[in-house]
């Protein structure tokens, strides 16, 4: 058996002896008698092996009374996701090789893709430390979904801004995200934007907040978005007013390299002109009860904190380097006073500006 099966008899020992695949009889002569059943048992044993899984994951895998058709289609099931994995991580890889040939920098959302893990897969997990719904925020785009009773959330992440009142499906690639939604939230899908898995006009309305910059295809995506809802209602960011990168303190004086972050980012107007709507500023409470970006722009310090920091992408984004500069010198500035001598005229406000757009049909 040891030698059909293409493994050492004391790999079959050893097997026995953990209960992973038992002989279901012995010989006269005391040795192992395998059964067609055992046989397939083992079979399964070494092609989970030789996918990589550890002796008690493979026995948790053999361990139901699964029929074999039940177990080949899991291992179909698995095999198809591996090859997706590699694919994508191919993709990857020649896109950071074509990058380094032309001598261009790759950033560290580049390099954790390359690793095969998308950029919520490795960060998402700071998100619940500071990122929810703020009533004020939410409580425009509730206006914007209007009468809407079935409602797409696209880029949903762990729920933020989801209706309670309405009949809401999420759209979520990043599975740790989607292991993060409260339980009891809406049933949550996992796709991307640009390729949205209903039928062309399947809801409503179809909402993304704080997400079209993380896709690869925002266009497509919004496009999408357009196909498969009768409305469309998106919280984004406006790159077309001149000198952009001067409304938010935290760009103009620290941070400029947010700048490159959102240099293939698309114009507000091509947005709009991609789902047909139009814009309308969203002002960031001083008390943002969402730990985005822009949130704290009144509570400075806030920003030296790494759980603030961690629970948006910009950070990483920008690369360790940008960041610690950037929080070293706001540090010096609060400490000086010189972040409040630049900024006084801040004290006052309860709300600001700071290029939030909603785009509605
Ligand atoms: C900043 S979070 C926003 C989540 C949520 N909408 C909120 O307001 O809290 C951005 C989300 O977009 C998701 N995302 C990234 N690429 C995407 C794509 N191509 N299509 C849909 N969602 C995507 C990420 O996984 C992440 O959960």
């Known amino acids: 058996m040891a030698e059909l ?11 026995d002896e953990i209960g992973l695949v038992r002989p279901s009889a012995r010989t006269a002569a005391g040795y192992r008698a395998y059964s067609a059943d055992d046989v397939e048992r083992l079979r399964e044993v070494l092609v989970y092996r030789r996918l990589g899984f550890g002796l008690r994951e493979i026995a948790q895998l053999v361990g139901d009374s699964s029929t074999a058709v039940a177990h ?37 959302e580049e390099q954790l893709e390359m690793l095969g893990a998308r950029l919520y897969d490795a960060i998402g997990g700071a998100y619940t430390a500071t990122r929810r719904t703020d009533p004020r925020i939410a409580a425009q785009i509730f206006n914007a979904l209007g009468d809407a ?47 949205l898995p209903f039928e062309d006009q399947s809801f409503d309305v179809a909402m993304a907040v704080s997400t079209v910059h993380h896709w690869a295809d925002p266009i497509a995506g919004l496009r999408e978005m357009r196909r498969v809802a009768r409305r469309v209602v998106v919280l984004t960011f406006d790159t077309d007013e001149p000198g952009w990168q001067g409304r938010f303190w ?14 293939e980012f698309p114009s507000l107007a091509g947005m709009a002109a991609a789902i047909g709507g139009r ?10 009860a969402d730990g985005l970006f822009e949130a704290y722009w009144r509570r ?5 904190e790494d759980h603030v920091r961690r629970a948006v992408s910009v ?44 785009l509605t049909t």
């Open 5 to 15: 099966a293409g493994v050492s008899v004391r790999t079959l020992h050893h097997y």
């Open 72 to 108: 080949l289609r899991e291992l179909r099931g698995l095999l198809l996701e591996r090859r997706d994995h590699a694919d994508a991580m191919v993709a990857a890889i020649d896109r950071e090789l074509e990058a380094r040939a032309k001598g261009l920098k790759v950033t560290a």
């Open 149 to 195: 009773q079935t409602v797409l959330n696209v880029g949903a992440g762990t729920g933020s801004y989801e209706p309670g009142d309405r009949d809401v499906t999420a759209v979520e690639p990043s599975a740790v995200m989607r292991a993060q939604r409260p339980a009891g939230s809406a049933p949550c899908v996992a796709a991307v934007a640009e390729s």
């Open 250 to 263: 935290l760009t103009r004086d620290y941070l400029p390299e947010f700048a490159a972050v959102l240099a």
């Open 279 to 288: 814009a309308e500023p969203v002002p960031v409470p001083w008390d943002c």
């Open 300 to 304: 400075p310090e806030a920003y030296l």
């Open 315 to 358: 950070w990483t984004r920008v690369g360790p380097e940008a960041e610690q500069r950037a929080v070293r010198r706001l540090s010096d500035d609060l400490d000086s006073g010189r972040w409040a001598e630049r900024n006084s005229d801040l004290a006052d406000l309860d709300a600001a500006d700071l290029g939030l757009r909603l």
